[in-house]
């Protein structure tokens, strides 16, 4: 992952688990894996379909196969656009192993000052690439439920399907 912002160069629409997702891409990797009808909608943009491009057919093989897996599997080229703070955040995300869990708060004393939990719950939030850049992992700093963008009831299915356990 690179601070620098890349040009999106196609997209695809994918069926998956998770409902429809939409894909989009840089030269350099996957760029956005947005959830439609989700928090954050994606924003329009004329690109382009490619749903045979492999990083595309890759996460789609990847989501259908999710709750499957054992251990975080490889993951297409990623390339999240966003600030260097936002990028750091991501990279943190992308440690928290499958079938655990960690707070805001953790991520920030990571990062160096726990002070900023509010601004890593931002960047938590602003995460392109959801389930892959696993946001979905964090969870309040007593083990709630906190916001995902895909929706809380997809948080839920995602983290039952591997094995986390939060508080209702």
């Keep these: 992952m690179t601070a620098a912002h890349s040009p999106m160069l196609a997209e695809a629409r994918i069926a998956s688990p998770f409902g429809t997702l939409l894909l989009r891409r840089t030269a350099k990797g996957l760029a956005e894996l947005n959830f439609p ?42 390339d999240p656009q966003g600030t260097p703070f936002q990028q750091a955040v991501w990279r943190l995300l992308l440690g928290i192993p499958r079938g655990s869990h960690t707070s805001y708060g953790a991520l920030a004393q990571q990062l160096g000052d726990a002070r900023k939990c509010r601004a ?21 700093r007593d083990g709630t439920l906190t916001g995902f963008g895909g929706g809380l009831a997809m948080k839920c299915q995602l983290l039952a399907c591997e094995g986390v356990g939060w508080k209702a």
Excluded: K, M, S
């Excluded at 989700?38 to 196969?65: D, I, K, M, S, V």
């Excluded at 719950?121 to 389930?131: E, K, L, Y």
């Design 37 to 78: 009808e989700g928090r954050y909608p994606p924003a329009p943009l004329a690109l382009p379909e490619e749903p045979g491009h492999p990083w595309f057919l890759q996460t789609q093989a990847l989501l259908n196969a999710w709750a499957d897996f054992p251990t975080d599997p490889e993951l297409p080229p990623l």
């Design 120 to 140: 890593v719950g931002g960047a938590v939030g602003r995460n392109p690439i959801g389930i892959l850049i696993p946001c979905h992992r964090v969870l309040g």
